[in-house]
């Protein structure tokens, strides 16, 4: 399967990506800027999004209708922050999705 990647998240979180030569989305912290960037991705048509755990809450309003599918394949990534969990919740939500069974949840 072919297709592009893009990565979502605040200017430090991208660098790395665009360095590389992929698109990127550098946000800042505004509710607003993360949701229009992640409609922007929808319509870009990337089949998988690396998006920084800090803005993923936020981005998750517009990705959510897309979460079954398989693309695109969104991929939560802790970054410089503490970690709050999200990006390895949202990592068991899609092992659930593709194994029928969340192996990473704990008992």
Not at 55 to 81: C, G, H, K, Q, R
């Amino acid at each position: 399967m072919e297709g592009k990647i893009t990565a979502l998240g605040g200017t430090d979180f991208v660098r790395p990506f665009a360095a590389i030569g992929l698109d990127t989305f550098a946000v800042e912290k505004s509710a607003e800027q993360i949701r229009q960037s992640a409609e922007k991705i929808i319509e870009g048509k990337f089949a998988l999004v690396v998006v920084a755990e800090d803005v993923a809450e936020t981005a998750d309003e517009v990705f959510a209708e897309y979460s079954s599918d398989a693309v695109p394949a969104i991929l939560v990534m802790p970054f410089t922050t503490e970690s709050k969990g999200y990006a390895m919740q949202s990592l068991g939500e899609a092992v659930k999705l593709a194994t029928g069974v969340n192996i990473l949840q704990e008992s």
